[in-house]
Structures are given as structure tokens and as C-alpha cells.
């Protein structure tokens, strides 16, 4: 093997000649240098220095001059130069890329990571680049440096890898970006969302960097030119020193390029840092966050998969910047190993500064991902405690609604707080009121006994047997006379009743509630259960005093009202407490009991029974319908409803009615809601059956049946009261026979401790249901003195407070009799006095007018002398009364003062009337004169007019002046 040629030496034209002939081949040495493989086809080379480390290849003519021609050589003139082409031709693909042929066979490349397909060979551009350094450096003349055009050619190459890797990142966070922006989208469209602004910055900070490597890319290959340049002007060997200051230059250019690049990281970090400025845009989140509040929060779970996602992505992106930088570190490092290394010749350290640049900005990206997670997870660490199941750490559209959530749990706190604070204030108030009231209950008593008669109808005639002692004082007695039909109609004594109020004939239906039921209301709503029954015979007015026609409701409408307006009013505190109802409606016919809620078809059938409750607190019947209801207007439905329900089956309504008891329950339960508590009061209105006696109705088969259950019940519901009675008077636990039927079993929890009872006792004022009236008005009085919740000391005491009541009302009555009598006196007084100063007034204008008439020049008539009346001994009296008088002083005093202005004025008359004469006079005087005066005139003027006369006639001679005055 011969000595091969020095690599970049002149080339062995002789051979070259003959060798380019098509269809010959060309010979070229291939070696290898520092590891990295060249060729060349000049023998003269110093291949020596090689030693035998070189092989001789012959290459087709033809495929050489075709890879020529695609590299844009000049077969003729390059033939110097065709080694590039032949290395071309041997040129490995690199990875990523791969080969691969067509259906044409023809070859093709593939970029393996980014995809990317081209019909040029990845390292075309580095030879292409490679060709053009060294023809330059030829058409220059100078000598070609191979070794340092591939340097350039190298450094001049973007390294290919890395470009792909800065493709694939931007495509990657786009992709991330995108995928954020559209889950976001979701939620809220505007303004961006954190993390978007974070993924754009670090974008615009990649662009930058991007920007600054082309920038200096470009700056090196202007030196690298101007290097080139100078050691054209110099020759070879190279001015060192100019060189050297030219390195130095370049090495300041590229620190200052990374050091740029680290503050453009570093601003990307602080443009896009998430925590300063959430609160502001968290502001201006809210309003449009309130309302896709609660989608969002549905929906996070979605987001919370979109951000596992993304943060998949960014650990994919941050394993590929590990692999990259791994890769740099092997590249800096040690030589790539021959069959990884694409191209011939090495890559020096200053062809790596670009990369280290990169990579100075990767890591500073990466620190800029890093903190923008960390302060990601100490906002989501703040929000954590708050909402604990949203573990979205990284997610800002999530610390908004966190923290909208949080601002709205604080303030529903305090809101919380605020009402518990109320509560705190209107409970102890609240609960005032309701002992007070109650206690004003239980003075009245725990049972009350209203008795109520009805008018007479016209089958009943005129004549009544009831009677109303002091009726227009207290309304609370009532008297009867029965009549004994066994003794053909002779009135027996009259029995007086007391009750704690007595409504007459005329009583209104509102007289009737006000001073009876209403006052339970608010008792029911305090908790306590109410009881109003009506008892009497039949036809004597309960169902018109409860229930009443539809013009004029009665005491159940009225208190169904009622409790709604105030459990909606007074009663109720919003938010703290509130009230709601149930209605049940039933009826005990025969000891059964028939629901008047239930289904019509059911209604008949249906049976029930009373049971204790399973907690022991009261009684209740399973399977009893409970409707729940609202307002009074629903309530009133279903009671019509109910009425309807208990005519089912019935022949003749009325008698129907009056033979069962209609039971109406509401029970109202009132809910604390600060305090999460609540209890149940019932209010009861029973519209009892006829009380009248069987043997009167002289009743046989069904009707005695019914009237013996009725008369069993009344009974039992008599003896519940006396045995209430009884153990509250020996203040012992003694039986209640609640069980002896089905009324008092069912209300048993509203009769006795602190219930409220009512009862009405309607009669008939008619003499034909006079004994009936009188048993009425026992059973009520028997009941009336039963006082359920006072011990004896305490109907003692209330007796004693009736009885000082009736006191202070019999001396109101006194006083007021009193105050009368002395108004009465007092009118009279006024009287005369009014006379006295109307007498007075009537001088005084007489006075007044003569006075005007002595201003007006009207003669002064003086009064005519009169003689005085003798005074009499009344008169003196009188007087001496009017006298002691202030308002007759004060007259006295304003007679007197215009007394004595008459008489000034009476004065000042007479004084004028003296002016008045004396001008006359003078006036008079004045006239003579003037007379005297006109005469003289007159006579005068006569003697001048006959003077004249005369001179007229003496004409004709002048006289002298004397003789005419002697004449
Ligand atoms: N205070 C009153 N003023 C005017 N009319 C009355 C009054 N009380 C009762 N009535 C009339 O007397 C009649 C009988 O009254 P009601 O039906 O209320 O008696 P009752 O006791 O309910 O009878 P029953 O036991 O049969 O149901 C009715 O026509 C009713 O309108």
C-alpha cells in the first residue's frame, strides 16, 4: 500500500484525470482522525502522518457526480472537491432519523421524533455548508484548511438534535397550553387563567432564547468571517494576538448571551408568577365565578383529570429536558463513539457554546416551572384546609373558586354567628314573653268554661228561661228557670252559673273568639298543647261557634288564621325560628274512629286505633292521615274536604253529625335552627256530639246505641276532668281514667299538667230545652272549678284575685259614678258662668257702641238714672260665688278698666265739645266781621259808581283838580 496523500493537500490531477471518465470509478483514501472519518482522493496529502490507519476506495464516477450535483458543486470546476461529495455519499443517517425507500425505490427520510419527512439526506446541509467554506476559501486563493472548514461548517450547522428538541418542548407546551385553555374555557373564558400566562411566558421566554441563539449564531459566524478575513490579510500563520482579542470578544459575547438569557428566565419567572397578582384577578373572577360556581365545583373532578394530564405532560417534558441534557453532558464530555457519530470530523468546544447556552436556559426554564409549582402549591396549601377533597394544587381557576368558597363560608359564618347573636338577645326575651304569658294563662286558669247561648228560633216561641244577672257589669253569670214538665210546666227555682265568660243571644261570632280561643293561639305556638272543645245538646249552636256559616266564621277559621299570621309574624324569627304543620281530621262515631283525610275509596273502610307512642310521650293513631300544610286557605280546603268525607255513606247529615265527635288536630312544630332543636305542640278543636239524654230522645235500636256511646264518652270526658281535678287538689298521682274511651284516650295529652282547655257550653235559651240547658250547664260548671295546673294554695289564690279583681271593679264603678256627679256639677257651674260672661260681653258692646257713637259726633246720651234692684239673699250668694271666681275677677278686672277708659273717653268728649263751641264762637265772630267787611265793600263801590256818573255829565270844560275834589 503506498503512502496516502496529506488530507486537504493539493490533488493528484494526473490521476484524477483519468479517472472521471462515466462508467470508471475514482479513488479515494478513506482515514480516520482523532477518531472522526474523512476521505480524500488526493494522494499528496500528508497521509503519512496516518501511517497505515488509511484504506483506498474506489467510488462509481457516476454516483459521485450526481451526489455533486445535488450538493450544487461544479463538476468541472470542483472536481478538487468531489471528496465532500464521496463523503456525502457515505454519510450515515442519524438518529432520529431513518431511511426508507418508497414504492419506487426511491429513498426517503424520516425524522423519527418530530415526525418530519425528507427526500434529502439529514447531512446534505452540513456538506453543502462544508462545500461552500472550502470554495470560498479557493476562489480566495488561499490554501484550503479542511480541519477548519469543517470547524465553521459545524458551528454554522444548528445542531439538529437540540432544534428538534426545542420543536418538540414548544409542541408539547402549546399542546399543554391548548389543553388548559379549553378545560379552563369551561369555566371561565376571560381573562386568561394563571396558569396560562405561565405557559405563555415560559413560551415567550423559549422565543427569546430562541431569538438570542440566532442572534449570536449569527454574531460568531460575522467574527468567525472577519477571523477568516484577517488571516487572509495576515497569512498564515494567524496574527495571534488579534485572534486572541477577537476569542476573548466572542467568549464575553456568549457569556453576556447567557446571562441575557437568564434574566429574560428570570422576568418570565416574575411575569409569571401566579401569586402576585391572583387576589386582583380573583376580584375581578368573582362576580363571573359566582355564578358558574357551583358547575365548576360539580365539574371539578373533570378539571382535577385535566391538570393530572398536564402535570403528566410536564413530567414527560421535564424527563426529555433530563435526556437532552444527559446528551450535551455526553457530547462536552467524550467523543461520541463512531457509529453514533453522523458526521465526519469533531465538534469543538466553541461549537458547543450555543448549546450550553440552551441548556443555561432550559434549567432556568425548569427552575421558572419549579417555582411557579411551588407557589401553585402553597396557594393550594392555604385553600387545602378549606376544602380538602380538591387536591387540584396547581389548578388557579380552582384557588378562585376555593377561595370564593372560603370568603362565602366566612361570611355565612358570620352571618351564622350574627343570628346566633341574635338568637342569644330575642331567646331570653322570647322566653319571657311565653312564662309571662303563661303564667297570665294560669291565673285565668288551665280550663276555662265559656258559656254561649243562641238565639231563639222561630219553632222555640219568645219566652226564654235564661237569664243574665249583672249583665252589663262582669258577662259571666247566667241564670235559668227550668220548667218541671212532670208538673205541667211549673217553673222550678232559678239556678245561677258562673263562668269565666257569658255570651248572650247577640254576641258576635268575633266577640266570641277574641275573649275565648285567641289567646290559646299564641299559647300553641309557645308549646303548649290547646284543647277547645264545645259542649250541649244537639242544636244548640257548637258547630255554628266553631265551625260557623261561610259569611261568619267561627272560632276554629279564626284560629287557624291566626296561627298561620303569627307563626309567618310575630312568632317566627327567620332563620332561627320557624313553624311547620300537619293537619289530621278524624271522627269517633260508635267508638270508631274514621280518618276524614284518607283516600274517599278508603275512607270507609279504613280502621284505627289509638296507641301509645313508642317513646311514651303521649298517644298518636298509626296510620292516621297527616297532611302537611301551610297556609290557613289549606287548611280550610282540607276541612271541607273532611266534611265531605264524613257525610260518605250517610243518610241524613245532620243527624249524623250531631250523633259523633269531629276531632281537627294541627300539630305545629317549631324549629330552632341555630340550635338545631325543635319541639311539637297541638292545637285540638272538638265539635262534640249532642249531649242530651237517651231516655229523652226515648231512643231504641241503633239510635240507642249511638246515644249510649255518646253519653259513655261526655261521661268519661266528665270523669277525666274530676279525676284531674281531685289529683291536683291532693297534689298526688292518683289514676285518670283516660282509657275509658276513645275521646279522652285520643286527648290525653292535652288535658291535665300545663295543657290549655277550653270549653264552650252552648244552650238553648227555650223553656222546652230548659232541663236539658241546666244538665249542660252542670257538666261545664263541674268542669270549671277543676283548675288543672294550680294545687289548692293556688285556687285559693286565684279565687282571692278574683275577688280583689271584682273589688277594684266595683270601685272603678264607684269612682266612676262619682266623677259623674261632679262633672255634672261642674256643667252647671260652667253654665252660669257662661251666662255671666255673656251678660258682661253684651255691656261691654253696649259701652263699645255708645263710645263709637260719641267718636262719630252723635250726642251723648247718658244711661237713665236707675234705681239698684234690691239685693236678695240668693242674689248675695251668687255673687259672692261669682265673686270667689278667677275667671269673674279677671272679668271685674276688665270691667273696671273699661270703666275707666269710658270715662277718659267721656272726658276727652266733653273737652272737644268745649273746642268745638269756643271755635264756633270764633267761627261766628269771624263771620260778623267778614259781613261788616262784604257792607263796606258794597257801599263803597256804589259811591264810585255814581262818581263816575257824575263826571260823565260835566264834560266838555277841564276842570282843575282842586275844584273837581271841592265839588
Ligand atoms: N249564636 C247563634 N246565632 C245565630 N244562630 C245560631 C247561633 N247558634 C246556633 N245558631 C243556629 O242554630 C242552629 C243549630 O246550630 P248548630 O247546628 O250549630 O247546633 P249544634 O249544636 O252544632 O247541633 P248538632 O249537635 O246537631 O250539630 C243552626 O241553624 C245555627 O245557625
Redesign the pocket.
Known sequence: MSRPPTPGGGADRSDLNGTLHHGSTIKFFKFSRNGTPAVTLDRNADLGALGDDYEEVDYNVEDILAMATHLGMDTEKDEDFLWIAAEAYDAEVPPPWKEFFDDSGEVYFHNTRTGDVSRDHPLDHYYRILYGIVRSMADKGLEVDVEAARKDAAMALPDQNMQEAIEESKEKIQQMAAHNSSAFAKYVPQPKTDLEYVVHDLQMALKRAEQERLEHERRVSELSAKVMSIQNKEGTPVNQDILNSLQARLSRIESAGLANGGSGAASAVSAGSVGGDVATRMARLELETNEANKEALRAHRERADAQAEAAAKIGALEADKAELERRIAQVQGSPAPPSSAPSPGGVSKASLAPLVSIRAKLRELGECARKAKEETSRQSRNFGSALSVHSCSDDPMAWAIQGLVKKLRSTSAAAQSAILEAEQKIGPVMAERRRLFNELLRAKGNIRVFC????L?SQEGRVSCVDFPNEDRANRQISVAPQDKQQGGRSMPRKDFEFDRV?N?Q?S?TL?YEESVKPLVQSALDGFNVCVF?Y??????????????ETDRGVTYRAIKELFDLASGECAVPGVVEYTFHLSMLEIYNEQIKDLLEDKTTVATKKLDIKMREDGLGVHVPGLTERPVATAEEVLHLLQVGSKNRSVGVTMM??H???SHLVMMISCVNHNMSKQTSFTSKITFI????SERVSKSCAEGDRLKEASFINKSLSALGDVIASLASAQTKSGSSHIPFRNSKLTYLLSDSLGNECKTMLFV?I?PSVIHSHESLCSLMFAFRARNVNLSTSGAQLSNVKKLREVAELAKREQQRLGDNMKTKSQSFDKEKDALLQRISALQKENEEKSSAIQDLQSGKAFQPPPPSCPPPVTKPMRQHNARVDSDSSTKDLGQQLISLRETNKSLTDRVRQLREDKAKLQREIEKKDEQYREMSDKYRRVSSLQRANAAVSKLKVPRPKSRSSTIAK
Do not use: I, Y
Open positions: 254561649r247561648v243562641r238565639p228560633n255570651f243571644e254576641s261570632q266570641v264545645a250541649g245538646q244537639t242544636g244548640s249552636g257548637k258547630t255554628h261557634t266553631m265551625e260557623g256559616p245532620n243527624e253529625s250531631s250523633r265539635d262534640l256530639a249532642g252552648n238553648s
